[in-house]
């Protein structure tokens, strides 16, 4: 692993400089635990493909609705999350980002929509059970890949491990404010993301103090500037 000797921090992949303050780095280079996945660029017709099966969802949705007499509001916001939905995976075909990444994305957009159904409508499943349910999935796998793969892991993706940790606890608010009428998964979601904290802590403490370290350098740079 290479290694920066003004910022004391190690740095795996192909780096050549620090990348929080240009300074050549020492050592030699070590492979990224989660290499990019290479895949080709989407030929027009895979782009025409996914279009013609969104367009399909959609029109699929709006007759539904129809059909079912569903208020506006459900429907609207369904049509919202296919249009999201395509979006979010041309942008994967055309820039072909490493799986994990693109799982973790991913369960954002999921979350935001499935947040954004329960705004709408209220809905008690989404407070009780489809928002809790994606949180805790995130955090469960998120604390596997820490115990797998330790520091390598948290190098790469300290980000959305803290973003595991704030959205995690989430749930309990809908729980707080009278939101979830059955409240056994979110703190089901409490307790695993405590899980996930401690072994963070035992597990790759100093790796996730340098990486916050790094994001603090990274967003404060440009401030000093």
């Known amino acids: 692993m290479r290694t920066c000797d003004e910022c004391q921090v190690g740095f795996s992949g192909a780096l050549d400089r620090c990348p929080l303050c240009g300074s050549a780095l020492a050592g030699e280079p070590e492979p990224a ?13 895979a782009r025409r493909a996914l279009a013609a099966l969104s367009v399909t969802a959609l029109v699929a949705v709006l007759a539904l609705g129809w059909w079912l007499d569903l208020r506006p509001w459900p429907v609207a916001l369904a049509c919202v999350g296919l249009a999201v939905n395509y979006l979010f995976l041309r942008n994967v075909l055309a820039h072909s980002p490493d799986f994990v990444r693109v799982a973790e994305r ?35 796998t998120n604390a596997a890949l820490v115990v797998a793969y330790r520091g390598a892991f948290v190098h790469d993706y300290a980000k959305y491990l803290i973003y595991s940790l704030g959205l995690g606890l989430a749930p309990l608010l809908l729980v707080a404010v009278g939101a979830a009428s059955w409240p056994w998964l979110a703190w089901a979601c409490a307790g695993a993301t405590a899980l996930l904290a401690c072994a963070l802590l035992l597990l790759a403490r100093r790796p996730l103090a340098a990486e ?14």
């Open 106 to 140: 991913y369960f954002l957009v999921l979350l935001a929509g499935t947040t954004l159904w329960w705004l709408a409508d209220g809905s008690p499943v989404a407070a009780s059970l489809a928002i809790p349910g994606l949180c805790l999935v995130a955090v469960l």
């Open 33 to 45: 635990p989660f290499p990019v996945r290479e895949a080709h660029r989407p030929a027009r017709a």
């Open 212 to 225: 916050l370290r790094k994001h603090v350098a990274t967003q404060i740079s440009p401030i000093a500037r």
